[in-house]
């Protein structure tokens, strides 16, 4: 049984959240000044951001290396079918 496209890999999100999960419970408990907590958020917020950005691409890229190899391997067992019928 073939696995179909089920989109970004639950383990490597789930380790992106828990990274991005921990900078912003340490960068809270570490800042008490309400204005440095506020820059602190913000600059997370754009660090979540474009983490999850990359995350995005990492999946579109192994999803096309995935397909490529599906086709590669179609191709190999046409092959053989064709040497087969000679």
């Known amino acids: ?3 179909e496209n089920k989109g ?3 383990l490597a999100t789930g380790v992106a959240g828990a990274i991005i999960g ?3 419970a340490a960068a809270a408990i570490a800042l008490s000044d309400e204005k440095n907590r506020k820059k602190a958020e ?3 917020e754009g660090l979540q951001k474009e983490g999850n950005k990359v995350l995005k691409e990492i999946s579109k890229k192994a999803m096309e290396i995935k397909d490529s190899v599906s ?3 179609e191709v190999k067992e046409t092959k053989k079918l064709k040497a ?3």
């Open 84 to 86: 087969k019928g000679k």
């Open 42 to 44: 913000k600059v997370l």
């Open 1 to 3: 049984m073939t696995e």
């Open 8 to 10: 970004p890999n639950p």
């Open 71 to 73: 086709r590669t391997q």
């Open 22 to 24: 921990a900078a912003a």
